[in-house]
């Protein structure tokens, strides 16, 4: 039977929760996740866990942050007066906004505080600084 390796593409339904039990994320009642493995479409520590898995097989991996989305950084936080933001944008406590690098990349925020005077925005990724359990199961397996 083969197993995953480099380069393959595969199927996975997942179940993925916190260390206080709280579901994240899931593939339940969706198709499965796919991608090819060591082309970092998924955090590394998933495309680890799959490695060596077989079809049809199940697992529990714990993926520590630094195999996740990382620590959580403060330089990724800043202030920004609210007479910079765009005239009429209503914006509370977990709005999504997208800025934009000098250079015109994109960069997810989210809107973490807001004062009267300024608006705290956050580009850490929500899941950073948390370490993952996911429940796998390996759906299919595609050969490099």
């Known amino acids: ?14 179940k993925g929760t916190l260390d206080d039990g709280t579901v994240f994320d899931s593939s339940e009642g969706r198709d499965p996740l796919s991608f090819t493995v060591g082309e ?18 199940e697992k529990e991996a714990r993926l520590e942050m ?13 202030d920004v007066p609210r007479e910079q933001l765009p005239e009429g944008l209503e914006v509370d406590v977990g709005t999504p ?16 505080k807001l004062t009267d005077e300024t608006v705290t925005l956050d580009a850490n990724h929500p899941l950073a600084g948390e370490a993952l359990t ?11």
């Open 40 to 57: 970092g479409q998924v955090v590394p520590g998933f495309e680890h866990a799959v490695l060596g898995m077989a079809q049809g097989e």
């Open 66 to 78: 630094h195999d996740a989305y990382g620590e959580r950084r403060d330089d990724l936080v800043l």
């Open 97 to 112: 906004l997208q800025l934009q690098q000098p250079d015109g990349t994109p960069v997810p925020v989210t809107v973490a």
């Open 134 to 144: 996911f429940n796998l199961t390996v759906v299919s397996i595609a050969a490099a």
């Open 1 to 14: 039977m083969s197993t995953v390796k480099q380069g393959d593409t595969v199927s996975v339904h997942y």
